[in-house]
């Protein structure tokens, strides 16, 4: 007879941002009662850029479940810019109010590169900018930091992991 093995971790992620999905909140709340009611050990864990934060919804969505890992890449805005591409008014400042509103409940991550995009050089791994982004840090005050650096294709050859 096989052994049923159950998940440790349900996580929200993938090739886009989880939080987009008009119904978020209620998949949200839909798989905590089917955790709680097939798998009450497992954690979930919602992986997001945080450009939606300014959503009420994704914000009480995410504060439910039991790691909402956020990304912040750095603390000087052009280089934000130039590495998230937003494509929505992007304020760094309202960002980081934002995720003030966790009360340090969540996960910070952020990922470290260096070399060219759409010709600009940039490092964020440079003093300047990791002394900005500890500000940020210190500001937000997460429960934890993940940092990780690129392990995979990147949409440009001229990207190097630090």
């Known amino acids: 007879m096989a052994e049923s093995v159950l998940p440790d971790v349900i996580t929200f992620a993938g090739n886009g941002e989880p939080t987009l999905h008009p119904e978020f909140a209620g998949i ?10 097939l798998t009450p050990a497992a954690r979930i864990a919602v992986l997001s850029n945080a450009t939606l934060l300014h959503k009420k919804s994704v914000v009480e969505a995410l504060k439910k479940v039991d790691d909402n890992i956020l990304k912040l890449d750095g603390g000087i805005p052009e280089t934000l810019h130039l590495l998230n591409k937003p494509v929505i008014r992007f304020s760094l400042p309202k960002l980081v109010e934002q995720l003030k509103q966790f009360d340090g409940h969540f996960i910070l991550q952020t990922m470290f590169l260096r070399g060219s995009f759409e010709g600009i050089e940039f490092d964020n791994s440079s003093d300047a900018e990791v002394t900005a982004w500890m500000e940020k840090v210190k500001e937000i005050r997460p429960a934890k930091v993940m940092i990780y650096s690129i392990a995979r294709d990147t949409p440009a050859d001229s990207l190097r992991a630090v």
């Open 28 to 37: 949200i709340d839909d798989t905590l009662l089917l955790r709680d009611a």
